[in-house]
């Protein structure tokens, strides 16, 4: 396969790395923020990912995981006074227990009717959150509170930048790992044919509530982030536009694609920022409506011309400058057969 | 372990008002090849069906080695050594051809999400040796090229080998091949018909075989059974089987016809 060698993907990778840790340097702790954010809409998608483009479950009710993620790091600081830090596993945990459940009527759901019924569950989690007042502040929600630096040298926010890019590494390698391997073959084997998964020994229930509980563990994790990044909860945060927002976040980034959600977290965040900055000159009204119109715009764009997303479009991109590389290195030694890569 | 037999015990399934398998029986002797012959329509891919659980039969029992597979579901045959092919090729389009024989091991091996998520040492040994293992059953069926391909797009004539290493590297002692020679030419049935033997004999398999291309039934088998409507209209070697007067008479409609 690489037969240009390593080198280019390791290039690739410490670039990406050393952005990654440079930046809340040259950002203000505001943008710092925002980047948290980034990171945070990033786990979310990779996790709706999971389930859309490698199990072939469709979801329109992510935000409600990340709802019940950021109610159990509120709760569970406010009324039992964890650690934040334990409430962001705990949060992963709940929620991936919901979404385990919530994945067990979905086996018996496809395509539209399985968009509806978790889109349900995005317009409910709101209601469901006002109701027990006295666990979730009802209305008013609950408070958190700040997050501070335990790192000497770090402002609070580039702390909380670096926490989330930590966590944000480690649920990538997980994918990852998972993805590369059996149970990841196995959630792409019931996406493309149920009953050839099946008679090769997949149990395709068990791998479909399976997609959703991983998928659920990462909404949690991200709606933990989410709820400390704002420092507060409540049921006006976590709108059905949420989950739909995540959704096109994925689509953007590429489908079944694990870096496609780096892609499409930065776009959830950024977009949306910078096409507001940009009118605001123009007119306050455009420049208020703008964020709607331009992910709308992007996302037609997208499906037009990039069907695979931001991350498909890279890949071809890689592969070409790959093909490149290789062309010079014969020129340069002129050995050797090589078959033609397709592009993926 | 009990002799590996499989054994189709009186089965009969109906769907609405059509009966597609109708008291059908026979037993497969270990290590023979059994092709199941017969016109359209006459129950050989439900017969497959029903013995990989797929379909239920109404009544009736399907038995391998002494055991009942119909209390199975389904993803528990190919652990017990059954593996099969399918009559209009079901791979999965959107992965490698590596990765979809790697989906046949996926019953002998056995590291979960959480093993795999952590890199523990019994996942990246398994992989590696799945990995190896594939390598060698799409060596088997001349492939090994092919192995970063997406099954999408390729010939069908590829696919068909595809799936059959797909098949052989489940570690199957029983293999119920659904029309591999449909759609390929004269020239690719005969390598497929070396192939199936080599694997055969080397693999030390059992072979159902269903196919309308006699010639490759009649060389590879030495065992023949004839649906007709749902029923076992003939048994026996190729040799009877092409001069079985029933056998005649459900292909080509006229009694006494010569052969």
Redesign the interface.
């Known amino acids: ?1 690489a037969r240009t060698g390593p080198g280019l993907r390791i290039a690739i990778g410490v670039l990406v790395a050393v952005v990654a840790v440079g930046l809340p340097f040259q950002a203000s702790g505001f943008q710092s923020l925002e980047l948290a954010y980034a990171l945070t809409f990033a786990i979310a998608i990779l996790g709706l990912n999971l389930l859309i483009g490698y199990s072939g479950q469709i979801s329109l009710g992510h935000g409600a995981f990340l709802a019940v993620g950021g109610y159990v790091t509120a709760i569970g600081q406010q009324r039992y006074g964890l650690n934040y830090l334990v409430t962001i596993p705990l949060a992963g945990i709940i929620s991936g227990l919901i979404g385990f459940l919530v994945g067990l009527p979905a086996l018996r759901l496809h395509g539209i009717y399985l968009a509806l019924a978790t889109f349900a569950l995005a317009v409910a989690a709101p209601s469901v959150m006002k109701k027990p007042a006295d666990l979730t502040g009802g209305v008013k929600g609950i408070i958190l509170p700040p997050y501070t630096s335990l790192v000497p040298g770090l402002s609070d926010d580039q702390y909380f930048y670096f926490l989330c890019l930590l966590i944000t590494v480690i649920l990538f390698l ?1 994918s990852y ?2 993805l590369r ?6 959630f ?2 019931v ?3 149920e ?10 229930s068990t791998y479909k509530t ?1 997609a959703f509980a ?1 998928s659920a563990i990462y909404g949690g994790v991200a709606g933990s982030l989410y709820a400390t990044a704002t420092g507060f909860v409540s049921p006006d945060s976590y709108p059905f536009q949420l989950s739909i927002l995540l959704l096109v976040g994925a689509v953007l980034g590429g489908i ?1 694609t694990i870096e496609g959600a780096i892609f499409g977290g930065l776009f959830t965040e950024f977009l949306p920022i910078f096409s507001q900055q940009a009118l605001t000159p123009i007119s306050r009204q455009l420049a208020n409506a703008a964020p709607a119109v331009t992910q709308g715009i992007v996302l037609l764009i997208v499906m037009f011309v990039a069907r695979q997303g931001i991350a498909g479009l890279l890949r071809q991109g890689y592969a070409a400058l790959r093909g490149r590389l290789r062309t010079d290195a014969q020129t340069l030694k002129p050995a050797g057969e090589s ?1 033609p ?2 592009i ?1 | 372990m009990a002799e590996a037999r499989l054994a189709v015990d009186d089965v009969t399934i109906r769907f609405g008002g059509v009966v597609a398998l109708d008291s059908v029986n026979f037993s497969v002797t270990p290590g023979h090849f059994l092709g199941v012959i017969g016109p359209n329509g006459a129950g050989k891919t439900t017969l497959f069906n029903v013995i990989t659980r797929l379909y239920t039969p109404t009544s009736g029992d399907v038995t391998w080695g002494g055991q009942s597979l119909l209390k199975l579901p389904p993803h528990r045959v190919v652990g017990l050594g059954i593996a099969r092919t399918f009559q209009n090729v079901a791979l999965f389009p959107n992965m490698t051809v590596l990765d979809n024989v790697l989906v046949g091991q996926h019953a002998r091996m056995g590291a979960g999400v959480i093993e795999a998520a952590l890199s523990l040492p019994r996942s990246g040994r398994e992989e590696r040796q799945a990995r190896q293992r594939a390598m060698e059953a799409l060596e088997r069926v001349e492939l090994p090229h092919l192995a970063q391909r997406l099954a999408a797009g390729l010939p069908y004539s590829t696919l068909k080998r595809v799936e059959l290493a797909r098949a052989i590297v489940s570690n199957p002692r029983l293999l119920l091949l659904d029309e591999p020679a449909g759609g390929l030419n004269r020239e690719a049935v005969s390598e497929l018909t070396g192939l199936l033997r080599r694997l055969h004999a080397e693999l030390d398999l059992t072979i159902l075989l269903v196919e309308h291309f006699m010639a490759l039934v009649m060389a590879v088998s030495n065992q023949v059974v004839v649906l007709d409507f749902g029923r076992k209209i003939a048994e026996g070697t190729p040799a009877e089987i092409q001069n079985d007067p029933a056998v005649i008479h459900a292909y080509l409609g006229v009694p006494d016809a010569p052969a």
């Open positions: 396969m997980v790992n998972i391997k059996r149970p990841g073959r196995a792409k084997a996406r493309d044919g009953l050839a998964a099946a008679a090769f020994g997949i149990n395709v399976l991983i079944a078959p890569t397709g993926r």
